[in-house]
């Protein structure tokens, strides 16, 4: 049913390339009309796998609620409970994301190196000449 009216209402079928939600939460969405299908906090564009990165790299869930504040507690806790017990499909997510971010970068052109400027060049004690 839901297929099908994806294909009358013309999405795409984007959410072919992530594993299956095995575990709904009702504050989580992954829809394929919104960023590719990835699953999101229910209402806003906030994509489950960033909380999820900063939550892995050792982010507090106040920090996360504080980052988010129009989220709320209970969106977040939800959110990283959905990841949890779906820890497939957001490294699916996350791996997905890193693919279209390496491509992106591709795109720009010639080495992406700092220039170095001549601060600190003078002599010390020197103000120049003159």
């Known amino acids: 049913m839901f297929v099908a009216c994806r294909r009358w209402l013309g999405f795409s079928l984007v959410v072919s390339d992530l594993p299956p939600i095995r575990v709904h939460y009702p504050h989580v969405e992954a829809r394929a009309d919104l960023l590719g299908g990835s699953p999101l906090v229910r209402g806003t564009k906030v994509p489950v796998r960033r909380l999820w990165a900063w939550h892995r790299k050792g982010v507090s869930v106040e920090t996360l609620v504080k980052r988010y504040p129009t989220i709320g507690p209970a969106k977040v806790l939800c959110a990283l409970a959905f990841a949890y017990d779906n820890q497939d499909v957001l ?17 720009v ?22």
């Open 91 to 107: 490294e699916a997510d996350l791996e997905r994301e890193r693919v279209m971010l390496d491509a992106e970068a591709e795109k």
């Open 109 to 130: 052109p010639g080495a992406m190196e700092q220039t170095r400027l001549p601060f600190g060049s003078r002599p010390p004690g020197g103000r120049g000449s003159g």
